[in-house]
């Protein structure tokens, strides 16, 4: 009974220890905003790597999401005559849900595992040593644009999703099954509302790119300064980054519209 308490109180003692240094770590990402507006630049060529290097995979998965979701549309919409609001379904579906939450995977996926690559690749070569020797703060010149970086960028690619396949939704519908065009596109700009259906996905979109691209960082940055250090770290980051936007998914879903 002892050992199970001890083991107990060392885990907590442990998670507490983490979560602490996590908001530690988030602060200072978060203070160092005011200091990267004199240079802009660091931001911006991080938003060139983070978001164009994922446009292609986030454009061609939304393509193909919007593809899927004009046959399954058509097919339950015909079932009960209401083929016209197709353009209505494949909009909502992608500006509330799909769009942020597909994004924020994809995001994961391909730059989350970079930026903590990168992040722990530098750790193991003692280049953020080197920086803290020479009295340059690594949260600061190398953690806080990307941090911001990730958030600029993963709205945006949430925004080409959506668009990319609200075409993909037209193209199978209209073009391919011969749903009206004119209903397709009046129903889309009827029920589709610019504050309580794109205003919410961006606020998602937002969100998971503070959770996605923070996991990333932070899991870099304190990973084990080894190949298998590093892998792993990268591992947590795909894990951990696609539970928190499930999560988070959840929680805002069930404030915004509930």
Known sequence: MIDLLEKLGRGVRLSLGDFGLAARTFAAMVAAAGGLLRRPRLVTDQ???????????????????????????????????????????????????????????????????????????????????????????????????????????????????????????????????GVDEGAFWSQMQGGVELWADVGNGVIKSVVFGVAVTFIALQQGYHADPTPEGVARATTRTVVIGSLMVLWLDFLLTALMFS
């Not at 949430?158 to 099954?177: E, H, N, Q």
């Open 47 to 177: 938003v060139h790597f983070i978001g164009n290097y994922s446009l292609v995979i986030i454009a061609v998965s939304g393509l193909f999401v919007g593809f899927v979701l004009g046959l399954q549309g058509y097919y339950t919409l015909n079932k009960y005559g209401s083929e016209e609001a197709l353009g209505l379904l494949v909009a909502l579906s992608l500006v509330r849900e799909l769009g942020p939450v597909v994004t924020a995977l994809l995001f994961a996926g391909r730059a989350g595992t970079s930026l903590t690559a990168e992040i722990g690749l530098m750790k193991a070569g003692e280049q953020l040593a080197a920086m803290e020797m020479m009295a340059v703060d690594p949260l600061r010149r190398v953690l806080a644009p990307r941090f911001w970086a990730g958030v600029i960028a993963m709205p945006l690619l949430a925004a080409v999703f959506s668009a990319v396949g609200v075409l993909g939704g037209y193209v199978v519908g209209v073009r391919m099954i």
